[in-house]
Nanobody
Framework: QVQLAESGGGLVQPGGSLRLSCVASGPTLDTYAMGWYRQAPGKEREMVAVIRFAGNDRIIYADHLKGRISISRDSRKNTVYLQMNSLKAEDTAVYYC??????????WGQGTQVTVSS
């Protein structure tokens, strides 16, 4: 069973930065993509960034977050990172890591809270 462990969330002031990490364990050799999603109170879960594993990884960002976020991975550590800069109050949400296998199975982490407030 694939397991995902997120870390790096917390309280940050507006304009600040955070880096989230997601470590994948278990049978991950068949991974198609990993990504970050977020869910704010009263809102639906939305895609933040996805990295599709390939010879040259393909990265997709949510249009409204481009320029402030960056996703990357370290394949040796089975870890995906999300760097977030110039954080705003509206970035406050629970951030979830997702892993998608080639055969279609998808897995979610438990989430890490990000709160942007002064």
């Amino acid at each position: 069973q694939v397991q995902l462990a997120e870390s790096g969330g917390g309280l940050v002031q507006p304009g600040g930065s955070l880096r989230l990490s997601c470590v994948a364990s278990g049978p991950t050799l068949d991974t198609y993509a990993m990504g970050w999603y977020r869910q704010a109170p009263g809102k639906e879960r939305e895609m933040v960034a996805v990295i599709r594993f390939a010879g040259n990884d393909r990265i997709i960002y949510a249009d409204h977050l481009k320029g402030r976020i960056s996703i990357s991975r370290d394949s040796r550590k089975n870890t995906v990172y999300l760097q977030m800069n110039s954080l705003k109050a509206e970035d406050t949400a629970v951030y979830y890591c997702n892993l998608l296998l080639h055969r279609g199975h998808t897995f979610w982490g438990q989430g890490t809270q990000v709160t942007v407030s002064s």
